[in-house]
């Protein structure tokens, strides 16, 4: 008897989610609400760096000129911003009618305080501008500094300064783009920065065949790949070879308000034998309970244990070391190995060897959640 009620009962939920379900469906459908895809700064990179090396040089030069791959500079355009519609919680991207839901996509580069709208077209289109003569972007533009529009071969470009780092939720209704802008916390329980030391002309340690710079950067992606698995934001000061000041990679860290900061960095010695792992904090910035030390000397007995080598201990910053001391939340360092050293500058270069490091990085930040 229980079990025949049982599976009535059953049924009857079974039934009911159905119908909340198909109700669901239909209204999404009459009201023409999809969701739009994003992507953060951190993606836009990755995805270009495995591209083959004819795309990725075409597509960068598409991204950093507006969209366009043949290289010809577009013209920047300001976009109107109207005033209808300021009190609406949204922010508010008229679109041109012929502009599909599948060939928009919202780029986050929060390195440069940005937001991106692309919007794929045919190559013989004379793009979306003229729509944007007239129609201008209204509703709560408090996070948005201004915008501007660009051109490009197959795709045309909508770019907003924001006058911070933010996330945002975003649908497209009736050819409209409507995005809710929200700060890190607000979206995020557990939020971490990883900042890959060096880029552009620092290149950091180097010996013949490597750079402290590219060490690093195979660093954060094995450990991006790790991260990507877990219910953490992260936030990349770069992956590429991004040249960026301390005082970006201290403003990401503290707009983010981000629980932990981690650097790496490769070290070097003019005595070839020195070689070993060691962990750098700020003893002169104190914070209670799980700060920079103890974030710190969790990085350091990780790694050693994942790569299995040698413990040099801890080290407090040095002027030199300005994101460290710079950065209002618990911040360290972690120095990988002496590149100077002839047999890590071997480990160094070995793919398996990163994907220790990146391990041990990975296992200090889960057990710093732990704590």
Known sequence: MQQNQLMKRTAVYTVLFACFALAAVFYYSSNKIIVVADVAQDEVAQNLQEQSG???TAQSAEAAEGGNAAGVVSQQNDIL???NGQEMNYFCIPLHPDVKAENVMIENHYMDKELWVSIKQEAESAGYGDFYLTQGVYGNRSAVIDGFYENGTDTFWLKFRLTDVYEYHSIFEDNKLYIDFM???????KIVVIDPAYGGDITGAVSEELAGKDITLEIARALKKKLDETDIKVYYTRMDDSALSDEDRVSLTNAAKADMLIRIEVNENEDSKIYGTEAVYN????????????????LEREVVTAISGKANGLTDSTE???VINEATVPAAAIRVGYLSNGQEEILLGREDYIQKIAEGIYQAIMKAYEE
Do not use: H, M
């Not at 002169?284 to 920079?292: M, Y």
């Open 283 to 298: 003893s002169r910035f104190f914070i209670p309970g799980f700060g920079s030390v103890e974030l710190a000397d969790l």
């Open 81 to 83: 911003f109207e005033q």
């Open 320 to 322: 030199e070391d300005v």
């Open 183 to 189: 700060t890190p916390r607000e979206a995020y329980d």
């Open 54 to 56: 004819a795309e990725q």
